[in-house]
């Protein structure tokens, strides 16, 4: 249960993604945060925490999105899921564009896309039954359901994520972080969605957990036919998730393709960094690590130019004057840099 | 996995022991000096409520043939200066200010919870406009207004439902403050994107998932809202704004000391009524920072 190496090499969607069909595309995405201050608490600036993001995700296949905390990974997930409104951009899910989606047009739509949630300790109202929090959702989408059929429902999803009957009326403090991320993982499940965005699902989790609930959520996938925006912070989680990876810096994504191109020849040198920084298992492979200088700027006040240009170990006069687009470089691998072609 | 769903069990029973609640239940019982205030609290109030059982006395009609009577056997906590049953007046006094307590504390905790909860909740204008509202509520001088009130209205206008209905309205702002603080920082919490994500409605939102995590806040206030409206109506009755004269409450019973002659030599018709309040308010406290204790949600995280 706790190899979890292997479980991509069915490589899926790499090698027929392209057929596929699309099931969330996101167009220049930004969400922008007000910083309000001063004596009328008026608008003095914004912090720029997702800045023109376009990715798009087809039916079936899991990609992930990496940066370093801070760098609007949890601002871009909640926003395609309209849990923040979007400053500017635009959305489309399953052909349909969510993007100024309001009221109860919304929420019937909410049904088909969900979210695993970071922190395992926020993400369950303490005050309910794990019985009752699995139940809201299906209670909500299907009022009518008789409430005998719903409990075997939800029974029946505890014991796919791994807890026992009994969770059903214990509290989220009498569970493990593990466990009370399965107890969400449930909830999301729940409403038999086509998108399941996990932020961090693992990252507050022991080492030991970690692989078991991936594990979990790569199972999950193949019995409820799901697409997953994996998001994490550090690479070797992602490995083992993803078909596609976008790198994210500050705000922007600075390199997405396939899993294998991203490992083999990453081409910004961000994802070059990031990579020379996985632990190696086999220590006869050395490698040069790269070690970035300096902090992550403010989204506040994002660096001119090229975001990376202040810590870039390849950055040349342009990088702080020219903006760079992501563009195709090979076939579906963009990068936005302008030192490669 | 299919085998498992084969076997679940529809007949597991609840096993409440570990819900917040009775956690919390559980902690303030091992918690003494909460629970004596809490049996003074009860037996003054089952003693106050049960008046008409336990005293036949009649508290209003003036007796002239038993004026000022020491503590006696058939009086035992002495007559006033119109022959009317101290303790008798006690009791049923205490109906009066309980009453008044309780009443203004449901319906300020109520408004309160209602306005701070929305503005918590939607923020943007309606936080606005429903904060400016509270600002003006909470810069009302309450005592000036009841003075300005009965003044003008002049006995036409008194009574207790109409002092309940004055202190409710212009004492909320308080609570309302207080919740949408709460609110504020509880929305920040996952579980309140989760319950919107899984397609909760706002109301729900509220109710369900915002309230009950803000509950002990709001409870603690209760106590200390209570315990302070029963001052308030003390203190206005003692100044004769506030229940009418010839209802008794503990506030009216006390504004017989500002005799001179009944503060120095009679002293078994205040100090009944005095310390009855002194000790209720006192259990009312101790009761809410117990409360406090049981319910601080650290320990559940
Ligand atoms: N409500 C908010 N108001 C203002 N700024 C915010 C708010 N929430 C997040 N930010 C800022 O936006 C930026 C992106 O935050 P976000 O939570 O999306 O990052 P993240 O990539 O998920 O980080 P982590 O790995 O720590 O979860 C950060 O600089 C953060 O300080
Ligand atoms: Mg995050």
Known sequence: ?????????????????????????????????????????????????????????????????????????????????????????????????????????????RKDFQMVFQDPYASLNPMQMVGDIITEPIHNYYPKKKSREIKQEVLELLNRVGLPDDAYYKYAHEFSGGQRQRIGIARALALKPKLIIADEPVSALDVSVQSQVLNLLNELQDDFDLTYLFIAHDLSVVKHMSDRIGIMYLGHIVEIADKHSIYKEPLHPYTQALISAVPEPDPKRKKQRIVLQGDVPSPENPPSGCPFHTRCPMAVDKCSTITPELKEVKPGHHAACILVD | MAELADKTNLHIKPQKRMSPWAVARRKFMKNK??????????????????????????????????????????????????????FTRLLYGGRVSLLVGISCTMLIIMFGTLIGALAGFFGGLVDTMLMRFTDFILNFPLLVFVIVLNAVFFGKLGGVPVLIAVISVLGWGGVARLVRSKILSEKENEYILSAISIGSRPSKVILKHLIPNVLSTIIVQATITFAAMIVVESGLSYLGFGVPAETPSWGNMLSASREPDVLQNMPWIWIPPALTLIITILSINFIGEGIKDALNPKSLR
């Open chain 2, 33 to 86: 000096l909460a629970m004596v205030s809490l049996f003074f609290l009860m037996t003054i109030s089952i003693l106050s409520f049960l008046a008409p059982y336990i005293t036949t006395a009649d508290i209003s009609r003036v007796n002239i043939g038993s004026m000022s009577l020491e503590p006696s056997a058939e009086h035992w906590f002495g007559t006033d200066k119109s022959g009317r049953d101290v």
């Open chain 1, 1 to 109: 249960m706790n190899n979890i190496i292997d479980l991509k090499n069915k490589d899926k969607a790499a090698s027929s993604h392209t057929k596929k069909e699309t099931l969330l595309e996101v167009i220049n995405l930004k969400t922008h945060y007000p910083i309000k201050g001063g004596f009328f608490r008026r608008t003095i600036s914004h912090v720029k925490a997702v800045d023109n993001v376009s990715f798009s995700v087809k039916k079936g296949e899991t990609l992930g999105l990496v940066g370093e905390s801070g760098c609007g990974k949890s601002t871009a997930g909640r926003t395609i899921l309209k849990l923040l409104n979007p400053t500017a951009g635009k959305i489309m899910f399953d052909g349909e564009d969510i993007t100024n989606l309001r009221g109860s047009k919304l929420r019937q739509r």
